[in-house]
């Protein structure tokens, strides 16, 4: 079925492209938010809530494009160009529930083997996540994709849950992303000094107290104990080298001393984890935690048991939290395209993330920009030229596409505007934008339906996607982070599609639930749970 004949020309142009797709992604402005708040520990929830594409099939499905929409005009060949993507794109509900089930069986592959698989599913040494009692003063830092952010957590145990947030929040500077670790982490280290300066004096620790700190790292990091693990890779456009294979722990640490700053490292946490603690702190029921934002990951707490790779003394709890880094997975039944391959072959990182790359916000906007401009080239779909920022990898944002896709103006000004004022594409017709913004629906849908499959496939591995008879255990699955937060539409589907899984009797025991600052609050959480001054903490 497959035709051998192998499109060179769209190998040539990814390549083309890396260097300036690096640099593109990064050039957000270097911005500080404050926030202070106060909240309840109640959080209102939310209601509900292989492969590397296949380059010959790829190739050959452009082919097909190519050759049926030949002689056709200018709206026909558009109009192929999105069916094929569609058809491409395409998510029912029986591939879904393969992917589930890919997911589970390297679940299992990755609890099993020492050796690297592709989910990593790392121990994070969380066996004892927390039971809603933590009080006292916390920080945490919280490294992302985009934004780092430095938390100062006052816990109130049950009764007053958290009472008060204050956090900061800065872009992480481009330069940073692939400089030294030195420069990355005495960035890190100036930030949160300036944070801990505005701390209220009635706050401070009493003398001989060292503050504590959760420190939020999202990469994947082989950890040694609760506090210290070594960096196995960076995702998310970082590459910074001398960090690969060190103590990222160490590193922070010593740029602490370094600025002169006395705070211990408590917890290192991934932010999955913190957002399963965070969730935890609140509701018992949470089982797992999954990150939509720059990229993608899912933590659940899964039996020891169940864990062959573990070796270490089997915890009290008979839990451990497991980090599935699943941003990693792939499998032959992902739905990829010509468009995901050049993608991920122009990428910091080219074989790895596939799920990542085609599910997180850093990359669905490219994605659509890609898509549109095949469309500018073969179908001759915004003139006779090809509008040049077009080519400009990552000039399309996520949050872009997003108020695109959401655009409910009847003549879709929003669409007009964005095409304009990021593309440089004036005078679109109303057809030409409706095109648009199904190109935005079909990449988002795909990505939010694939999310809903792994968050599917935890249930399985854990038994919770089927009601036991004469029981009716509730299932929480936490969720966080900028795309599920602020894409409605990709949350919307992401949630629809877990019920049509699940069906509706096992529907009804498993709740979506979205906990905004899980990761920072989390690691602020864990730190409490592993400080050294256990028993003293105040109220
Ligand atoms: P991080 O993943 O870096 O820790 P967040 O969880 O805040 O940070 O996620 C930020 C990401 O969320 C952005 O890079 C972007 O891809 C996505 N995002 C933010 N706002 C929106 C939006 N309005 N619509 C869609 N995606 C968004
Ligand atoms: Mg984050």
Redesign the pocket.
């Known amino acids: 079925m497959i035709n051998k004949q192998y499109d060179v020309s769209c190998g040539a142009r990814a390549g083309a492209g890396a260097g300036a797709g690096a640099k593109a992604v990064y050039s957000f402005q270097h911005k500080t938010k404050k926030v202070v708040l106060c909240c309840d520990v109640k959080m209102g929830k939310v209601a509900v809530g292989a492969a590397v594409v296949c380059a010959a099939a790829c190739a050959a499905a452009a082919m097909v494009v190519r050759r049926r929409t030949k002689g056709s005009g200018k709206w026909g060949r558009a109009e192929a160009l999105v069916r094929e993507l569609e058809e491409q794109c395409g998510t029912p509900i029986a591939k879904l529930r393969q992917v589930a089930d890919a997911m589970e069986v390297e679940m299992h592959a990755g609890l099993a083997s020492q050796a690297p698989t592709r989910l990593q599913m790392l121990i994070t040494f969380v066996h004892n996540l927390p039971s809603g009692d933590e009080k006292g003063l916390y920080y945490a830092l919280?490294?992302?994709?985009?934004?780092f952010r430095t938390l100062r957590v006052h816990l109130g145990g049950k009764e007053k849950g958290v009472v008060k947030l204050e956090s900061e929040e800065v872009s992480i500077p481009p330069q940073l992303m692939t400089g030294s670790s030195q420069e990355l982490f005495d960035f890190i280290a100036a930030q949160l000094a300036k944070f801990v300066s505005s701390e209220p004096e009635e706050l401070h620790p009493p003398p001989g107290r060292q503050r504590e700190l959760g420190f939020t790292f999202?990469f994947p990091v082989k950890q040694t104990s609760i506090a210290s693990g070594n960096l196995i890779k960076w995702t998310?456009g970082f590459n910074i080298e001398d960090v690969v294979g060190q103590d990222v722990v160490g590193e922070l640490t010593k740029a602490l001393q370094r600025i002169g700053l006395d705070m211990r490292v408590a917890a290192l946490v991934n932010?999955t984890v913190g957002t399963v603690a965070r969730a935890r702190f609140s509701d018992q029921d949470v089982i797992a935690g999954v990150?939509?934002?720059?990229?993608t990951n899912a933590a659940y707490v899964e039996s020891a048991h169940a864990i062959p790779k573990w070796q270490g003394l089997l915890p009290k709890s008979g839990e451990m939290v497991i980090n599935m880094e699943w941003g990693n997975f792939s499998s032959s039944h992902l739905p990829l395209t010509e468009y995901d391959q050049a993608l991920d072959a122009d990428s910091l990182n080219p074989g790895e993330q596939i799920f990542e790359k085609i599910i997180?916000?850093?990359y669905?906007?490219d994605i659509v920009r890609r898509v549109l401009l095949k469309m500018a080239e073969e179908a001759d779909f915004f003139g006779d030229t090809v509008p040049p920022k077009l080519r400009i990898p990552f000039i399309l944002?996520?949050?872009d596409?997003?108020?695109m896709h959401h655009d409910t103006t009847p003549d879709l000004k929003e669409v007009g505007k964005k095409l304009k004022d990021i593309l440089e594409i004036n005078n679109t017709s109303l057809k030409m934008r409706k095109i648009v913004v199904e190109v935005c629906e079909i990449v988002a849908a795909r990505g939010a339906r694939l999310s809903a499959a792994g968050v599917f496939g935890i249930l399985k591995k854990i038994g919770r996607d089927k009601v036991k008879a004469g029981e009716k255990q509730k299932s929480v699955v936490a969720l966080?982070?900028?795309?599920f937060?602020?894409?409605t539409k990709?949350r919307s589907s992401l949630e629809s599609t877990i019920k049509v899984l699940l069906g509706d009797e096992a529907a009804e025991t498993v709740s979506i639930e979205h906990f905004n600052d899980g990761?920072g609050i989390g690691a602020a959480l864990l730190a409490a749970s592993n400080s050294h001054y256990l028993g003293l903490q105040e109220s």
């Open positions: 919280d490294l992302g994709g985009t934004n999202s998310k932010d990150i939509l934002g720059t990229g997180s916000g850093m669905l906007g944002r996520t949050p596409m997003s108020k966080d982070g900028g795309l937060e602020h894409y990709f990761s």
